[in-house]
């Protein structure tokens, strides 16, 4: 009898043979393996070549970067505006390191990094991402006008910077330019470019007196020896004249005094207290000095209008000191007499020939100093400057190429000694003339422009005399931009406007121009080492002409010692620049006013 399984018992399975997974196993086995082995073939065949092209991308990218822009970028850099300041430099440059989009000179020597990194990126597979064939010029286009849209992909260049700054072995490119600072402050604020005015007498500090501008009073701006700094004031209430200007000539140390330009009076004020000088007399001159002197030479005239007799009415603040006579006055029309300084000259005739005469009126009570002669000149037709040492005075006379200069001092003078420039070109203009001294020597220097427009050319010419001799040096602006890019050479004169400044520092020759496209530059040197001498880039005018609020219209130059203040009329307001002797550029901005 069988015996009937418990309900819901369950039956054993039966055993499955164990040759069934193990095929099953190997399957899948084989299958990852096939896979493995497919994927490393591809990735020999396409990763390690494109992980090489990374590398390689990489390391041209930071060697591009590196030829171009040269070290990392600061923090508030941008790519153009470094591109900008790169190629300032670089139009300066003589071959080789000429300016170029091929060969040894900026940017064409970058050709072949560019070409290493686009081969690079075509091996990564991006094409899109490589640098275009014609690189180097459109850097230079690029450079040249900033505000330009441009195809360039200047962000894609300057995101390959290496923080390490790139392959040591790649030369950098050349230095970039330090202008002015882009956001230069004006001098002051709502003063006028036009009729303002400077010392009539240089000497080792400056003033300048500017009339006002959109509702702003006359200003009176003073710069101490050293030309570091500034000072602006409004005009006294009383002295507040419609076209202000500096005179007569003061001392370093003496109160400025302006008169109004556009008067046939000419009585004039204390800048900085309105007080009157002159008013009730015919003034010929006159002169301020330390301890708040001023001297004023008077004409008298009798009944009938004769020149009777001049005086020297001198006065200390509101204090005046005497009124003398001055005898025996000079043998020659009063309105042919100067004061200089604190020097009353004239061209009187003895025995037979035109001499140069001067006298000392003084600073303290009594007489003028005697009649001291200078010397015989050609004729008496010249033209009358003078310049103040620290330790005297230097007459100038000039008639055409021709300039005769005496010091005077303390225990006298020099005779006068006498300079004589080579021809001029016919129709030459003189655009500038400054005069510059200390107690070695003095120099007259001025710049030349013959032709107009395009085709005008410059030339400096400068008379430096010490007390025994002259020596005359001609330089044609030509010659300093030899073998260099046409960009560095200055812009043509327009609207009666010099784009070529020139003055002097002792033995040095500064010579100033504005190019078209390169910004205001300088350079600073000997007149035998001035042709190979760098450039300095002052302002750049188009770095600046976001709206036009940088563009320039018209600059002027005031030496002073050992610096000299570029005063630049933009759009935006007078710009008042230091270069020192040492190439040092500094924008000055006023305290006060």
Request: aromatic share 4%.
């Amino acid at each position: 009898m069988s015996e009937d399984k418990p309900e819901g018992e369950a039956t054993p399975a039966k055993a499955k043979p164990e040759g069934g997974t193990s095929r099953r196993r190997k399957l899948v086995l084989a299958t990852l393996g096939m896979l493995g082995l497919a994927a490393a073939v591809a990735g020999i065949r396409y990763g390690v070549p494109r992980f090489t092209a990374a590398r390689d991308a990489k390391r041209s990218g930071a060697a591009l970067f590196r030829c171009l822009f040269g070290e990392p970028p600061t923090a508030s850099e941008t790519p153009d505006e470094r591109l900008r300041r790169i190629l300032l430099t670089a139009v300066s440059l003589s071959d080789p390191e000429r300016l170029s989009t091929t060969g040894p000179g900026w940017p064409g020597r970058c050709a072949a990094h560019a070409e290493a990194l686009a081969d690079a990126e075509r091996r990564r597979g991006r094409p899109a991402f490589a640098p275009p064939p014609d690189l180097a010029t459109r850097v230079i286009e690029k450079a040249r006008d900033m505000y330009t849209r441009s195809d360039l992909p200047l962000p894609s260049l300057w995101s390959l910077c290496d923080s390490d700054g790139g392959p040591m072995e790649v030369p950098l490119p050349p230095a970039p330019a330090s202008p002015a600072d882009l956001d230069a402050p004006n001098l002051a604020e709502r003063i006028a470019f036009g009729d303002h005015s400077a010392d009539a007498v240089p000497g080792r500090t400056l003033r300048l007196v500017f009339r006002g501008d959109r509702g702003g009073p006359p200003m009176a701006c003073a710069f101490p020896e050293g030309l570091g700094a500034a000072s602006c004031t409004p005009l006294a209430p009383r002295a507040r004249l419609p076209r202000p200007h500096l005179w007569p000539a003061a001392d370093d140390e003496g109160p400025a005094l302006v008169a109004d330009r556009s008067s046939a009076r000419s009585t004039f004020y204390r800048a900085d207290t309105g007080q009157v000088f002159g008013e009730p007399y015919h003034v010929i001159g006159g002169f301020s000095a330390a301890k708040e002197v001023v001297g004023v030479v008077e004409m008298e005239l009798g009944k009938r209008g004769e020149e009777r007799a001049l005086w020297i009415d001198r006065s200390e603040g509101t204090r005046r000191l005497d009124r003398v006579r001055i005898d025996p006055p000079p043998r020659v029309r009063f309105s042919s007499v100067f004061v200089l300084g604190d020097a009353l000259v004239w061209i009187e005739p003895r025995a037979g020939k035109p001499h140069l005469l001067l006298r000392r009126l003084g600073a303290a009570k009594g007489a003028p100093g005697a009649i001291e002669d200078a010397g015989a000149l050609p004729h008496d037709t010249v033209h009358l400057a003078a310049c103040r040492a620290p330790n005297g005075l230097v007459i100038v006379a000039r008639d055409g190429g021709t300039v005769w200069m005496t010091r005077r001092d303390a225990r006298g003078g020099s005779p006068v000694v006498r300079a004589d420039e080579l021809p001029r070109p016919a129709g030459a203009v003189v655009v500038s003339e400054l005069v510059t001294c200390d107690d070695r020597a003095a120099q007259t220097t001025l710049v030349l422009r013959n032709g107009v427009g395009d085709t005008a050319t410059h030339e400096v010419r400068r008379a430096s005399c010490t007390k025994d001799m002259c020596k005359p040096i001609v330089l044609a602006l030509d010659e300093l931009f030899r073998g260099r890019d046409p960009m560095s050479r200055p812009a043509p004169p327009a609207n009666d406007e010099s784009p070529v400044l020139a003055a002097s520092f002792g033995e040095r020759l500064l010579v100033v121009w504005r190019t078209p496209d390169a910004g205001v530059r300088a350079r600073i040197a000997t007149p035998a080492s001035i042709m190979t001498a760098p450039d300095i880039v002052i302002y750049d005018e188009a770095s600046q002409d976001v709206n036009g609020a940088g563009r320039l219209h018209a600059m002027r130059l005031f030496p002073r010692g050992d610096a000299a203040l570029l005063l630049l009329h933009a759009v935006s307001g007078i710009k008042a620049i230091r270069i020192g002797a040492d190439g040092l550029v500094q924008p000055i901005r006023s305290t006060g006013g």
